[in-house]
């Protein structure tokens, strides 16, 4: 088993429309989680962190459900500049900052 | 602030060379520098942690006598895919943590991608 398994989609939707991304981890320790956005060939950048309390940026909400080992991302009113891949990514207990990333799930919003 | 860079950005080698990429922490610095590995469509797979001034701690799998790593000063650290073949064609992404501070965001670098022929 996968340690972050995400979709891998693509979620094809068109502008305006809310989308939600899932994520399951199967390290039960884990203490941080991140979502992340990877343009196509370049670097992941820091969407946001995810908190038990679950937290909202604009139009991204992030959920930590720590029973479940389940994180999801909400985004509102797609926009073309979303499209993307979303990487799930957790920070394993006692990994030194080590973070495992999840495969990813493509975005595809259209006019 | 917490720019990374990596050079090169490309890079087609034949196979047997040895090729060398560079990450640099160019407005701060970084006590630990990660090397990750992504292949088409696939996650960014963690390959080693570099610390400044030791070893390296290689992942599982991951050959350290094929991928050297130095971490010379608190804003390099250096990847060498010794004797590349094909299989190594991959995007390389470095990532740096700034020093001196807990948990904190992972700033990465923007890739290298290489192709062995």
């Known amino acids: 088993r996968k340690e972050v398994e995400q979709d891998p989609g693509p979620f094809n939707v068109p502008e305006g429309a809310t989308v939600a991304f899932n994520c399951t981890y199967s390290n039960s320790a884990s203490q941080s989680f991140f979502w992340y956005r990877q343009d196509c060939r370049k670097e992941p950048k820091l969407l946001m962190s995810v908190y038990s309390s679950g937290n909202e940026d604009g139009r991204f909400t992030a959920q930590l459900n720590r029973a479940s080992q389940y994180i999801s991302l909400l985004i509102r009113d797609s926009k073309l500049s979303d499209s993307a891949t979303y990487l799930c990514v957790v920070n394993p207990t006692g990994g030194y900052n080590k973070l495992i990333f999840g495969a990813g799930t493509r975005l595809a919003v259209h006019p | 602030g917490a720019v990374v860079s990596q050079h090169p950005s490309w890079v087609i080698c034949k196979s047997g060379t040895s090729v060398k990429i560079e990450c640099r922490s160019l407005?701060?610095?970084?006590?630990?520098m990660f090397w990750y590995r992504q292949f088409p469509k696939q996650s960014l797979m963690l390959m080693a942690t570099?610390?400044?001034?030791?070893?390296?701690?290689?992942e599982q799998g991951v050959e350290k006598d094929k991928f050297l790593i130095n971490h010379a000063s608190l804003t390099l650290s250096t990847l060498t895919v010794t004797s590349a073949h094909p299989e190594d064609s991959s995007f390389y992404i470095c990532?740096?943590?700034?020093?001196?501070?807990?948990?904190?965001?992972?700033?990465f670098g923007p890739g290298t991608r290489l192709t062995v022929l």
């Open positions: 990532s740096a943590r700034v020093a001196g501070q807990g948990y904190n965001e992972q700033f």
């Open positions: 407005d701060f610095q970084a006590t630990t």
């Open positions: 570099s610390n400044e001034g030791s070893k390296a701690t290689y």
